[in-house]
């Protein structure tokens, strides 16, 4: 069975903290991908990242940062120097290739203060 | 240009009456998907569709019936409002089903208020 885990409901940290997002997930297939969605107060999900299971190389876009590990089947997600603007609810998701269904964690609220 | 859109934005019915949610995307998508966002904003998936073909259908109350007249567009009908039903209703779309790893995109969501 596959589960995306991410066990912080809420973070809150001050302007300029940085900041890191837990995501565990669960599969016994070998070819999977994850993702990270952003949605902020207005409702939206907006896509931030999408990694397969081949590619273990982190990624860096901006203050955001990717740090995929297979050995401990975390996908985690940091931002640097946090802003106002980050404040949001962030999925983690989780597809196994050839099932269909893209497997939501229960997302974490980021709460950034000024 | 919008992508992923949804109509209306917000509805707000009584119990007991029919309502409809119209999805439409604009990227060439094969597949399109709903998923209903409940009060704790857990994300579920309801259903499915590639090429007009039902491919995931997750155990939702048969008052629930998705349409697609084509492949961009996904209509969901709800029968019988209850007041469970109130949540926000997701549509998205992917290049195709999945199977490569394609990305979801969502629209902007349809807020509904059972009353």
């Known amino acids: 069975a596959q589960k995306v885990t991410q066990a912080q409901t809420e973070i809150s940290v001050v302007e300029k903290e940085d900041v890191t997002l837990d995501c565990v997930y669960e599969t016994r297939d070998t070819t999977y991908y994850l993702f990270w969605y952003k949605q902020p107060p207005s409702g939206e999900l907006v896509f931030l990242i999408r990694?397969?299971?081949?590619?273990?190389q982190n990624e860096i876009s901006g203050r955001y940062s990717w740090n995929f590990q297979k050995s401990t089947s975390s996908f985690n997600f940091t931002i640097t120097a946090s802003q106002v603007v980050d404040s949001a609810v962030y999925f983690c998701?989780?597809?196994?290739?050839?099932?269909?269904?893209?497997?939501f964690g229960t997302g974490t609220r980021l709460k950034v203060l000024a | 240009d919008t992508a992923v859109s949804q109509t209306p934005k917000y509805l707000v019915t009584q119990m007991g009456n029919d309502k409809s949610i119209k999805c439409e995307q604009n990227l060439g998508h094969d597949t399109m998907y709903w998923y209903k966002q409940d009060s704790k904003k857990f994300l579920k998936i309801m259903f499915s569709?590639?090429?007009?073909?039902?491919?995931i259908n997750e155990t939702v109350p048969n008052r629930f019936s998705p349409k697609s007249p084509d492949k961009a567009h996904l209509n969901l009908h709800i029968n019988s409002l209850e007041l469970g039903d109130s949540a926000v209703y997701f549509c998205?779309?992917?290049?195709?089903?999945?199977?490569?790893?394609?990305?979801?995109?969502f629209g902007p969501g349809t807020r509904l208020l059972v009353l």
């Open positions: 990694r397969n299971s081949f590619d273990e």
């Open positions: 998701a989780l597809l196994v290739s050839g099932t269909y269904k893209y497997i």
């Open positions: 569709y590639n090429n007009k073909e039902l491919i």
């Open positions: 998205a779309s992917s290049r195709n089903r999945g199977s490569q790893g394609e990305t979801q995109y």
